[in-house]
């Protein structure tokens, strides 16, 4: 089994930053790609950023610059520091991993953490 688990989200205003983390863990034996992706109401889930394992990173055009992705390998953490928040940035985040688990490679989601901008 495997499971990521997301922390850090919550009610900020507009201007202000929050860091996400993402924690994998189980019987996990390498992972590849991790990533963030957001869903606001009434909308489709969205890609915000990707890292691969050698640090390479994407990011969605309407984050870049504000955001920034990172990992530690160790500890199978993905994180997102989320800076300048934005009304547009409140949705639901979720977490991303492409992994091998169990001798079979899989995307593994996070439960989700709301994000909310707002004065």
């Known amino acids: 089994q495997v499971q990521l688990v997301e922390s850090g989200g919550g009610l900020v205003q507009p201007g202000g930053s929050l860091r996400l983390s993402c924690a994998a863990s189980?019987?996990?034996?390498?992972?590849?790609?991790m990533g963030w992706y957001r869903q606001a109401p009434g909308k489709q889930r969205d890609l915000v950023a990707t890292i691969t394992s050698g640090g390479s990173t994407n990011y969605a055009d309407s984050v870049k610059g504000r955001f920034t992705i990172s990992r530690d390998n160790v500890k199978n953490t993905v994180y997102l520091q989320m800076n300048s928040l934005e009304p547009e940035d409140t949705a639901v985040y979720y977490c991303?991993?492409?992994?091998?688990?169990?001798?079979?490679?899989?995307?593994?989601w996070g439960q989700g953490t709301q994000v909310t901008v707002s004065s």
């Open positions: 189980g019987s996990i034996f390498t992972i590849y790609a």
């Open positions: 991303n991993a492409n992994l091998v688990a169990l001798a079979a490679r899989h995307d593994f």
